[in-house]
Every structure is written in C-alpha cells, then in structure tokens.
C-alpha cells in the first residue's frame, strides 16, 4: 500500500531581504532548529489546464483554490520517492492531499491517471481533477529550502526559500533543476506553518525588522512573470521597475 498523507494548517508568507534574513536567524539560534536535511533542492512540475484555468483563478483570490503538483526533494532516479499532491486553500487554513510514490510509478499515473491501478480516495480526487480540467503539464519550479522547528513546539515550522527558479520546457522533476530565477540571489521567501495562531514572540521580532506578510504564489508569480514577458515581447513597451515590480508580485 502506497503511503496516504493529508495535513491541514495556516500558512504565512514573507519576502525577506538578505539582511533581514540573516538577523532574524540570529535572533531564532537557539529557538527554530534546523532539520537533518539541512539545504534541500525542492523539483515541483505544476499540471494546469490548457488555458491555465487553475492558476488564473486562484490569482484572483476566491475563498477557495486549489492545485495540482508532482514534487521530488532533490532530482529523482528511478527508485525515488516522488509525492502527487492536491493543495486547497480554505480562507488562510491550507490542506495538503499527497500520495507517495516511486518516480517510475508516478510517472505512469500521470501519463494516464483514469487507467491506473491507484484507487485510495486521494488517487481517486487526482483522478477527478485531470478528467474535469483535462491537466497537462505546465510549469516547473524549484527552489532550494532550508527548513526549521520550534524546539518547545515541532508544530511551529518556519522554512526559508533561496533561488526561485522555473522552466517552461523539460517539464519532468527527472531532468534537473536548473531554471530561470524570479528574483536575485538577495531575497528569501520564509513560511511560518503553524496549526494556530502565530506565536507573539514571532510577531514582535517581525514588527522590530520591519517584516510584514505578503500574498505569495510561487507558481502564481512565475505565471504573471510569464505574462509580461509576453506583454514586451509584443508590445515592446517598457514600464517603470517599480510598477512592473508590484503587478508582478503584489508585494
């Protein structure tokens, strides 16, 4: 039997520059501890429709959205463990629907998921979703994560992302990671994962290094960086940095 996992939690996200990044790790030394996997590559190949219908409309911020990824922790062979994941967002609590399978038998559910053998109630959701969306391959996106855990509470997790990257071909967590950056190599995306609220020593560490929440897709930027680039290369208009800055990322 195939490991089933479901997760339900709050999710927030802040984009960080390198100093901010560093002081706030100095401040969490002894309190966010490092995992044992220590800087991880993270492949992701996001499945849309053929419009991107998914990712169009979770942009627009309805009370509920949802994704579908394939996602590896390194580039995989053959015999690694590959995770198929349905991400909904209910309002701010996030649930995470994941099968767990060999790279090889992933990618054979993918080729054809209504012919394949997986019927768990999870296998049987992805199944739905490619059947009324008609998913195909989109986009990739990687990034490399380091990953944190609150020593008094394992429930507090807080992961720090370096190097957004993505492709638009050789749409397969098997080739490499390799891609194009979204921003430079100063600025982190940190998530705090928390089952409640979060905590307010965390609040008041934000509040001292000016770091404030922001709405933030990884998958929803890189589509509307794809989106002006497209608006250039037809147009060739140019625009202000800092506008283009913020209808890009809404920061």
């Known amino acids: 039997m195939k490991n089933i996992m479901v997760f339900e939690r709050s999710e927030k996200k ?5 100093q901010q990044y ?12 490092e995992d044992k996997y220590g800087l991880t590559s993270i492949c992701n190949v996001y499945y849309d429709s053929e419009d991107y219908r998914l990712i169009r409309t979770s942009l627009e911020k309805p009370a509920y959205k949802e994704k579908f990824r394939v996602r590896s922790y390194g580039i995989p062979t053959k015999d690694s463990t590959v995770f198929l994941e349905i991400k909904k967002k209910v309002q701010d609590v996030v649930y995470k629907r994941r099968i767990e399978l060999k790279y090889d038998e992933a990618m054979k559910f993918l080729k054809n998921p209504q012919e394949a053998e997986l019927n768990s109630q999870i296998a049987k959701e992805i199944k739905y979703m490619f059947q009324i969306y008609q998913l195909e391959p989109k986009m990739f996106v990687a990034y490399d994560r380091i990953a944190t855990y609150n020593k008094n509470n394992p429930d507090i997790r807080v992961t720090f992302d370096f190097n957004l990257r993505n492709r638009e071909n050789e749409l397969d967590i098997g080739v490499s990671d390799r891609g194009n950056l979204l921003f430079d190599d100063e600025m982190v995306l940190m998530e ?6 979060i905590p307010l020593w965390m609040v008041k560490d934000f509040e001292e290094l000016d770091i404030k929440p922001i709405s933030f897709s990884k998958y929803g930027n890189f589509y509307r960086k794809k989106i002006m680039n497209n608006y250039y290369k037809e147009t060739s208009k140019s625009m202000d940095i800092e506008r283009m800055y913020k209808l ?3 920061v």
Do not use: D, G, M
């Open 14 to 18: 802040y984009l960080l520059t390198k």
């Open 22 to 33: 560093l002081k706030l790790r100095e401040k969490w030394e002894n309190i966010q501890i």
């Open 192 to 197: 705090i994962k928390v089952n409640q609220a």
């Open 248 to 250: 890009c990322f809404q």
